[in-house]
């Protein structure tokens, strides 16, 4: 197998103090609580399909009510029992306590920029109001609760400066409510938009108001669960009762679609990008603002598009159409037949992660090998420079604009914590401009990244970190975190818990398995529909390389994904529980047959398909998690939910915990952790987010039969 070594080097700090540890000792194990079964059998395509746990979907019920009482109370013990899991927390505090920053956006010559002074439950923004003054606290959402649940969702900045915009969300729940700001008095404006979800705002050229999306708030029953169809598109302008915003478009024969704004740069047309479900594929129409007429720019469902910005009067936008790996297009507004449209760049060999437009050039961040690369080109593409990198690693977030003559952006890898770094187009050298200062020496860490064969031959990428002086001795404690879907790419995400775990000796082990965008739109449809099995499949080869590279063997193997990565681990469970001695699904689509029934769940039949289907009923049935718990000897499991997840919502985990509690005939414990006003994991305070990578550490440890150390 081809090994890269990636080098990755920053600014150090103080060495790390040897661990000790203690003789192993295993927490006590009463016996998982009963959960009430009611049968249930439903006829589905000539198929009996039990769900004795159905009442769990009630999530306001009482009988669901006393089940999340008791098996909180059952997992928390589980986990308070492990000795000194209070070590490893202080250890993690300790790596999180930094100060850091992101890359700062310019309004009218100012700046704006979120940072947190190490262990704030939420980022702070700030402004810089000149380029000599201090910064100053424009927006502190730590004040907004007492317990750091409510969290900004996004803002906008209006295009003069003297307004912000800015959504808020409570307890990790998808819904939003925007309100305004005027930045040179700080006060509150009367203005409140309500029910918004999926949305962002955008303003209009002279900061009259902003456009936005909703949908209709929730009548009966509970609102985490409800169905969210036909999602409407405002304008609002300020000063008026929402109430009063004037209605911009709605499809009344589309219950599915939805709708994000955007302004072009010349101020004359309004983009409307209507989206079905989680499809990347867009259509999209164009309303003139002189006459507000609306028609169609892209009319069907084919391809993806993004807005980059304006030349010569035509559109740019990045798209994979007649290109998996993306490709940038100019469409005229006035033909925009595709017989009409110029390509501006060509399909590379690197799939697109992101285009901006800055100091009237196209900056493109590409993939290589699920590695960060930017290359800046003219507006006729024409390539102009290729930037020199911090390191191998991920870049995110590109600030600048049009007029301006700076490049800001973050760059992080699996060892670096988030930089931010300014390229100026005037010279051609990446510099840094707002590094943070760590408790810990990054060079004494390695990332390395290996290709390994997956069952059907593919060949997969593959990023494995760990402590200088690791023995592959067969026997490290390994985590191994995959997602594997809509079309997200898992780029190299820096967390200072990973480098607690590394500390403690522990493998940290990152498959770029198929679903996501890492080799472009191809890679993404490996895994629909009747395909999620290469997911699968892609993550089992990934845990044999390790085992069969001497990293380490399946009774130190550990096995963590979140949302669709959850859905990965129930499968693993399910399929492969040989493979792992821990398995941890968390806020995961577990019941594959009625998923679609909840909130936007609907939006996922895009990327798995629906049991309403009889052809998409065969394979979903095949592998849904909740359906195929057997009686049999699992891995310890500890199932990860929240009470306010509105995206998956918890019913799935509860009903799979209580699955495979009453089917466990091993002796392996499997727990429930929920977490309390907490969503599907947006806006989490910073202590609770250190609080589960604790518990994540401390029950896989337990599992493994090995002691958590009592000093780091």
């Given at each position: ?11 150090t700090?103080?060495a ?5 540890t ?7 194990l ?20 039990s769900d004795p ?28 029992s ?31 920029y ?10 702070v923004?700030?402004?810089k ?8 606290v ?15 969702s ?37 203005d ?10 955008v ?13 209709e ?22 000063g ?23 302004l ?18 867009s ?5 003139d603002?002189s006459?507000?007429k ?9 391809s ?14 990045s ?9 940038i297009?100019?469409?005229?507004p006035n ?14 060999q690197f ?7 800055v ?79 760590v ?11 290996v ?10 990428p ?34 200072p ?25 191809a ?12 997911v ?9 390389y ?24 129930g499968?693993?469970l399910t ?13 995961g689509?577990l019941?594959m047959l009625r ?20 052809e998409?009923?065969?394979f979903l ?26 995206r ?6 509860f ?13 392996a ?6 977490e ?27 599992s493994?039969n ?7």
């Amino acid at each position: 197998m081809k090994i890269i070594k990636v080098v990755l080097t920053c600014a150090t700090l103080a060495a790390l103090t040897a661990c000790q540890t203690a003789t192993v000792s295993e927490p006590p194990l009463p016996a998982a609580p009963k959960s009430l079964q009611q049968p249930l059998v439903e006829q589905l395509h000539g198929v009996a399909v039990s769900d004795p746990y159905r009442y769990l979907e009630e999530l306001d019920g009482a009988k669901t009510k006393t089940w999340v009482q008791v098996q909180r109370q059952y997992g928390d013990n589980y986990l308070a029992s492990i000795a000194n899991r209070d070590v490893v927390e202080k250890r993690i505090s300790q790596l999180w306590d930094y100060p850091s920053s992101k890359a700062p956006m310019i309004a009218t010559g100012r700046e704006f920029y979120f940072a947190n002074n190490g262990l704030q439950s939420q980022d702070v923004l700030y402004i810089k109001r000149s380029a000599n003054a201090e910064p100053q606290v424009l927006l502190d959402p730590n004040g907004l609760s007492a317990d750091g649940t409510i969290a900004l969702s996004d803002i906008a900045i209006s295009p003069d400066g003297k307004t912000l915009a800015y959504g808020t969300s409570v307890s990790g729940s998808d819904w939003q409510t925007w309100q305004f700001l005027d930045i040179d008095s700080g006060k509150l404006l009367t203005d409140k938009l309500e029910w918004l979800k999926f949305t962002s705002a955008v303003w209009a050229k002279d900061g009259s108001g902003v456009w936005y999306a909703r949908y209709e708030a929730p009548t009966t029953g509970n609102k985490m669960e409800q169905v969210n169809y036909y999602q409407k598109l405002y304008f609002h302008r300020l000063g008026d009762d929402q109430s009063q915003d004037r209605l911009v478009y709605e499809r009344k024969d589309q219950k599915e679609w939805g709708f994000a704004p955007s302004l072009t740069q010349s101020g004359k047309y309004l983009l409307i990008s209507s989206w079905q479900g989680t499809d990347p594929r867009s259509r999209m129409f164009i309303q003139d603002l002189s006459t507000l007429k609306v028609s169609a720019l892209i009319p069907e469902l084919e391809s993806a598009y993004k807005y980059i910005g304006d030349r010569d009067g035509k559109l740019l936008f990045s798209t994979d159409n007649q290109a998996p790996n993306g490709r940038i297009i100019a469409i005229d507004p006035n033909n925009p037949e595709p017989t009409h449209w110029q390509e501006v760049l060509a399909e590379g060999q690197f799939p697109i992660a992101e285009v901006k437009m800055v100091n009237n050039a196209l900056v493109v961040v590409s993939l290589k090998d699920v590695l960060a690369d930017i290359n800046v080109y003219d507006l006729n593409g024409q390539l102009q420079h290729n930037l020199t990198l911090p390191g191998a690693g991920r870049v995110r977030s590109l600030q600048g604009k049009r007029s301006e003559g700076s490049l800001f952006f973050e760059f992080n890898s699996y060892l670096q914590p988030t930089g931010v770094y300014r390229y100026d187009f005037d010279g051609d050298q990446v510099k840094p401009y707002a590094l943070p200062e760590v408790a810990f020496n990054p060079e004494d860490f390695t990332t390395e990244q290996v290709f390994y064969t997956s069952k059907d031959g593919t060949r997969i990428p593959m990023l494995i970190s760990y402590k200088n002086g690791l023995q592959k001795n067969g026997a490290n404690p390994t985590l191994l975190y995959a997602y594997g879907g809509f079309n997200i790419s898992i780029t190299p995400r820096f967390s200072p818990a990973n480098i607690a775990w590394m500390e403690m000796g522990g493998v940290y082990a990152v498959p770029n398995i198929r679903g996501g965008s890492e080799y472009g739109e191809a890679w993404h449809q490996a895994a629909l529909f009747e395909r999620k099995q290469n997911v699968f499949d892609d993550y089992y080869a990934a845990a044999q390389y390790l085992i069969d590279n001497n990293y380490t063997n399946s009774s130190k193997m550990g096995a963590y994904g979140r949302s669709n990565g959850g859905l990965l681990m129930g499968a693993a469970l399910t399929q492969r529980p040989d493979l792992f001695a821990a398995v941890l699904p968390a806020v995961g689509v577990l019941d594959m047959l009625r998923f679609h029934k909840f909130t936007i769940g609907w939006a996922w039949v895009a990327e798995y398909g629906s049991a309403d289907n009889p052809e998409q009923f065969d394979f979903l049935y095949k592998y849904s998690p909740y359906h195929n718990v057997s009686k049999r000897a699992y891995p310890a499991t500890m199932v990860m939910t929240a009470d306010h997840d509105d995206r998956v919502v918890p019913s799935h985990s509860f009903k799979f915990t209580a699955m495979l509690q009453q089917q466990q005939t091993g002796n392996a414990p499997v727990i429930a952790r929920i977490e309390n006003n907490a969503g599907h994991g947006a806006g989490k305070p910073t202590a609770m987010r250190i609080a589960e990578y604790r518990d994540i550490y401390a029950f896989l440890m337990a599992s493994f039969n090995q002691p958590l150390p009592t000093k780091l």
